[in-house]
């Protein structure tokens, strides 16, 4: 029990104790996916309140990769001043803070995307709902939009993606 208070490192990431946020969607980025401040008053008050680490909700790297409403989104250079804001807020407590960064895929929203999700292949999974088989290509631009969101993560100040 005690072992939960005393520090530790992750790959050379400090941690003040072992407690972690997990990943949890809130539903409260904008509707672009910006961050904006309500989001930034929770994770500040889990920061204050101690938790070791804090791992954001699942971020979209690609507007096609959008799972749900008020989703917080690291596909575009625009947010990284706010989210340097979030970094810094959280930075002066000794709480760190990483980024999850994720694409939807099959699971995309297509009301919110405004386009068919794409999937591996057509094999059946969950659902039989339509989906788009991506090319090696498409896939390829995928693991690219990976690339392009960590450095804008790693621009924003997070501790990790
Ligand atoms: C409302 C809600 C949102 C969640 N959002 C995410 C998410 O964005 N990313 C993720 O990896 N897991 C997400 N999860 C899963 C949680 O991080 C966690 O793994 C899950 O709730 C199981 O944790 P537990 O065993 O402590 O209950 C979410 C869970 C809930 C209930």
Redesign the pocket.
């Known amino acids: 029990m005690f072992k939960l208070f005393e520090a530790t490192a992750i790959n050379g990431m400090q941690l003040a104790n072992r407690f972690v946020r997990?990943?949890?969607?809130?539903?409260m980025a904008a509707e672009d996916g910006s961050c904006t401040p309500r989001l930034m008053e929770i994770m500040t008050k889990l920061a204050r309140g101690g938790v070791g680490l804090i791992?954001?909700?699942?971020a979209y790297v690609r507007k096609d990769g959008q799972?749900g409403v008020l989703?917080l989104g690291i596909y575009k250079d625009e947010f990284i001043d706010d989210l340097r804001g979030l970094t810094s807020a959280i930075h002066n407590t000794s709480s760190r803070i990483v980024l999850?960064i994720?694409h939807a895929g099959y699971f995309a929203n297509p009301k919110l995307t405004g386009q068919m999700p794409l999937a591996l292949s057509q094999v059946e999974g969950y659902s039989k709902s339509p989906r788009k088989e991506m090319t090696m290509e498409e896939i390829q631009d995928i693991v690219k939009a990976f690339g392009h969101a960590a450095r804008r993560s790693k621009e924003a100040g997070f501790d990790g993606v």
Not at 22 to 27: K, L, N, Q, R, V
Not at 55 to 58: A, D, K, L, Q
């Open positions: 997990s990943a949890t969607w809130e539903g791992i954001t909700s699942h799972a989703q999850q994720a």
